[in-house]
């Protein structure tokens, strides 16, 4: 399968949902005020943001579409290509990482969103030509945690640095920084925590793994990584907030578009956050994290 065409899988729900409201609130109906309230209430619903909803609107209010005929194709460009503006210039690059060495990759989020399987998937996106990857299990929270990446590490033939269920997550980063720098691996990707009792935890947690890999390398982590679950629509939004306080975000990985009909969120955090976007999640197996790419995220969102 292509990579466009698993982006159209992928985000099949999504493009389902946008493209046939699009079609039945624009079809063969003439462009006034009714029209575009129930365009704009529509798009608020589909998640992707008060801010885009109100400038679509704008759009479609300064379009000529001719209501004889239903000018699909039309209608869905403007749509793609306002998607495709907006998060054209966060395209983040992963080839464009592997400057230093090891470049350390901390992945953040709260509970469930997919760090650690997104940790098996991106291992194995990076470990492409020979690139040597290590996993630092940070997720001392509890022994499953540490389980659960160790099969991802076999699966994807990376390294694991790990401690017992409970141990400082400060000192496996700093362990996990050592090998890979004694080792000359290319890549350590920390999996950290997200279900810490509180926000004082968590931000106290970030500062003292950041804290302790800076003695090895005063660079380190060269990306922060934050994982967001596109299902839980609108909390993604705070979840972001609440991270940026606590530590700089390089990047997002937005996981589990395939799950839901409203994709759109990705739209709203690019928009609201300006944040560069990584990678996106559309499944659970180990080729289901696509390099993210605006064109086809765009173009598929349409795609019927
Ligand atoms: N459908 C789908 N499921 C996903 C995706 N990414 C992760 N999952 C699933 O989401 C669930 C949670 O994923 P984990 O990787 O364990 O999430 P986590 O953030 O590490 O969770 P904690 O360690 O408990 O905080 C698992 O069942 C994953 O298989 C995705 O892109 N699509
Ligand atoms: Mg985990």
Same mark, same amino acid.
């Given at each position: 399968?292509?990579?466009?065409?698993?982006?159209?899988?992928?985000?099949?729900?999504?493009?389902?949902?946008?493209?046939?409201?699009?079609?039945?609130?624009?079809?063969?109906? &003439? %462009? *006034?005020?009714?029209?575009?309230?129930?365009?704009?209430? =529509?798009? @608020?619903? +589909?998640?992707?943001?008060? $801010?885009?909803?109100?400038?679509?609107?704008?759009?479609?209010?300064?379009? &000529? %579409? *001719?209501?004889?005929?239903?000018?699909?194709?039309?209608? =869905?460009? @403007?749509? +793609?290509?306002?998607?495709? $503006?907006?998060?054209?210039?966060?395209?983040?690059?992963?080839?464009?990482?592997?400057?230093?060495?090891?470049?350390?990759?901390?992945?953040?989020?709260?509970?469930?969103?997919?760090?650690?399987?997104?940790?098996?998937?991106?291992?194995?996106?990076?470990?492409?030509?020979?690139k040597k990857i290590v996993f630092g299990a940070a997720d001392t929270f509890r022994a499953a945690a540490v389980d659960q990446l160790e099969i991802w590490a076999k699966k994807i033939n990376a390294d694991i640095i790990k401690s017992e269920e409970g141990a400082d997550p400060a000192s496996v980063a700093y362990k996990s920084l050592e090998h890979a720098k004694n080792n000359n691996f290319d890549y350590l990707l920390i999996d950290t925590a997200g279900r810490l009792q509180n926000k004082k935890n968590l931000m106290d947690e970030f500062k003292k793994i950041t804290k302790v890999i800076k003695k090895i390398d005063s660079h380190a982590p060269h990306e922060t990584f934050l994982i967001l679950d596109a299902t839980t629509g609108q909390s993604a939004i705070n979840q972001v907030e609440e991270f940026k306080k606590i530590t700089p975000i390089t990047g997002i990985i937005m996981t589990k578009l395939d799950g839901t009909a409203k994709g759109g969120i990705l739209l709203a955090i690019g928009k609201k956050f300006k944040l560069p976007i990584v990678a996106l999640g559309m499944g659970e197996k180990e080729d289901d994290l696509q390099k993210f790419n605006s064109e086809y995220f765009s173009d598929a969102l349409m795609h019927s």
């Open positions: 399968m292509g990579i466009f065409d698993k982006f159209k899988l992928g985000l099949s729900k999504s493009s389902k949902n946008i493209s046939s409201g699009l079609n039945d609130l624009i079809f063969k109906r &003439k %462009i *006034d005020k009714n029209m575009l309230d129930e365009l704009e209430d =529509f798009l @608020i619903q +589909s998640d992707v943001g008060t $801010e885009s909803a109100r400038e679509l609107r704008e759009k479609f209010a300064n379009t &000529k %579409i *001719d209501p004889k005929n239903s000018e699909k194709d039309k209608i =869905f460009k @403007i749509f +793609s290509s306002y998607v495709c $503006e907006i998060l054209k210039p966060l395209e983040k690059n992963l080839e464009n990482l592997n400057e230093n060495k090891p470049n350390v990759i901390l992945i953040a989020g709260v509970n469930g969103v997919g760090k650690t399987t997104t940790i098996g998937k991106l291992g194995k996106i990076l470990g492409q030509n020979n």
